[in-house]
């Protein structure tokens, strides 16, 4: 476990559980809290037990021992007593401790307009509510920690309230008080300027807690550091309500990398990528690829001079090894590919191309040329692997074998009486000295091309059994230069071990999907038969 000089404290399963579209079950919390902790944070807020029936199951089922933690511990969420009541009447601060957590986390009103126009009290009161919650829980036995919502936006209008409230908190034994720009509208400087401000005036541990209201919440998490706050919140992938929250894999990749701040176990940040993928997932959410340090994108490379450049040292276009954090340096294959493009990416790939130094060329002239038409290479590395095959050939620059021939294929869509739709795919084809025939019905045309083509190459090549379509996208290309628009085709495959990607272009949707297909099924023959 971390020291306690510096808190990361998550808050994805409360506070980014608030993004439109995300709906966690108990057992989904559970996963994204050990997930977390994997990644080790020092505090998971697992949510408002009282106030939320699936907040209070999961509290119970962590304490029941469906949560072992290793590295972070978990945090209960709840308000401060209701104005006029006793705090040992309140049920909801009752429900706090019902939750058997050792550290709660309040959040209070610290802006004067909220207390009295939302809360309908005293600023007074307001306080009292404060001392009390905290000095209960505290004589309970739990760390509090206070978050002063509307912080900033109650600085803007009244820069001695907010700091009173930290006051009481810390009067009454909080540990710290965390300043919330609730409404996300402030930037780093302004942030900085608050945070040293108040960190001069006030006598307690100082957090942040940002919105990214004006894109600026990792930016204005770190500012609040360097005036600074000991105490960072941010969930994962920056999921929240309106805009999102600090994302924390970012705020840590600055802490770490360039701030210089030791906040994670060893050997935990390497865990970033899996670790937002994995929660990216449950969330049932794609994975923002172009995420800073975490995105598959964030390390890939499109031009050819940046190539050219990685090629002679890596560290010329990249601000860190993508290692350090789980990430892995991607080169893209592209019309702006250069000779230093392909050779890395065919490095990548594992297919030597040192030796022939004119099939470069030769495959930086052909994507060029077929990006024109609408091919693109990006996401589709098994499709250039069989182009970068082709062109290198045998070992005497002969053509590659190939493992079947296809004669024909037909598709047949037939709409029956009763309104359902059939479709029919038939393929002949060559292979191993051997012709084939066969027929497959298919949810749409695609799947009976797929699964005719697949059942009549099994016969010559039985492993093929495993192999299947797990994702079909298609993209309408507008034409260029008043030709017709065509139709691009990504196609992922799995065959249980692997997954590549593939793709087809044409004017027509079934040729570039049998396109994608045809480079599908040969990759995962060739890449077993054929040696790097």
């Avoid at 000089?5 to 579209?21: I, K």
């Avoid at 900033?152 to 034994?173: E, T």
């Avoid at 005036?227 to 600055?254: K, L, M, P």
Wanted: contains cysteine; charged residues 25%; aromatic residues 6%.
């Amino acid at each position: 476990m971390q020291t306690d000089a510096f808190h990361v404290f998550d808050t994805t399963l409360r506070d980014g559980a608030q993004r439109e579209g995300i709906t966690y079950s108990v057992t989904d919390k559970l996963a994204v809290a050990r997930l977390l902790d994997e990644l080790g944070v020092g505090f998971i807020e697992g949510g408002w037990p009282g106030a939320m029936p699936k907040d209070t199951e999961f509290f119970a089922r962590a304490a029941s021992g469906e949560l072992a933690l290793r590295h972070a511990v978990l945090v209960a969420f709840g308000a401060t007593r209701k104005a006029g009541v006793r705090v040992e009447d309140d049920l909801q601060v009752r429900a706090l401790l019902d939750a058997e957590t050792s550290v709660v986390c309040l959040v209070a009103k610290s802006d004067v307009r909220h207390v009295e126009r939302a809360l309908r009290t005293t600023l007074e009161e307001n306080l009292a509510m404060v001392r009390d919650t905290v000095a209960f829980l505290r004589a309970e036995g739990r760390r509090v920690f206070v978050d002063c919502e509307h912080f900033f936006d109650g600085y803007k209008h009244d820069p001695d309230y907010g700091v009173r409230v930290l006051d009481a908190a810390a009067s009454a034994g909080a540990d710290v008080c965390v300043l919330c720009d609730t409404n996300g509208g402030m930037l780093p400087m302004g942030i900085h300027d608050v945070v040293s401000d108040v960190n001069r005036r006030a006598g307690i541990r100082l957090g942040i807690h940002t919105q990214d209201d004006t894109g600026c919440a990792v930016a204005n998490t770190l500012a609040a550091v360097d005036a600074g706050a000991t105490h960072v919140q941010g969930t994962a992938n920056g999921y929240g309500e309106r805009a999102g929250n600090a994302d924390i894999f970012s705020v840590i990749g600055g802490l770490v990398t360039k701030m210089d701040r030791d906040v994670l176990p060893s050997g935990c940040l390497q865990e970033m990528v899996r670790v937002a993928h994995a929660i990216a997932e449950i969330a049932n959410l794609a994975p923002d690829t172009h995420a800073p340090y975490v995105g598959t994108s964030s390390f890939a490379h499109k031009a050819g001079l940046h190539a050219s450049a990685i090629k002679v040292d890596p560290e010329l276009y990249n601000h860190l090894d993508p290692a350090v954090v789980g990430n892995d340096q991607r080169i893209l294959v592209t019309e702006m590919a250069g000779r230093a493009s392909i050779e890395l990416k065919s490095q990548e790939l594992g297919v030597d191309v040192t030796s022939r130094p004119e099939v470069v060329g030769t495959v930086v002239d052909l994507v060029k040329e077929r990006e024109a038409q609408g091919w693109s290479y990006e996401a589709a590395d098994a499709s250039f692997e069989l182009l970068l095959r082709d062109a290198l050939g045998g070992p005497d620059g002969e053509p590659l074998p190939a493992p079947f021939v296809v004669e024909s294929y037909r598709v047949i869509i037939e709409r029956r009486e009763s309104g359902a739709l059939v479709s029919e795919a038939t393929v002949k084809l060559a292979a191993g000295g051997r012709r084939f025939i066969s027929t497959q019905e298919g949810n749409g045309p695609v799947n009976a091309l797929d699964r005719a083509l697949r059942k009549a190459l099994e016969r010559a090549y039985p492993q093929l059994a495993k192999i299947e379509l797990t994702d079909y996208k298609v993209r309408i290309m507008p034409g260029k230069h008043g030709t017709d628009a065509v139709t691009r085709v990504l196609i992922e495959t799995s065959d249980r071990e692997r997954e590549w990607t593939t793709v087809g272009v044409h004017a027509n949707v079934i040729e570039a999907s049998w396109l994608a297909l045809h480079d599908a099924v040969r990759y995962g023959l060739i890449r077993r038969s054929t040696p790097a």
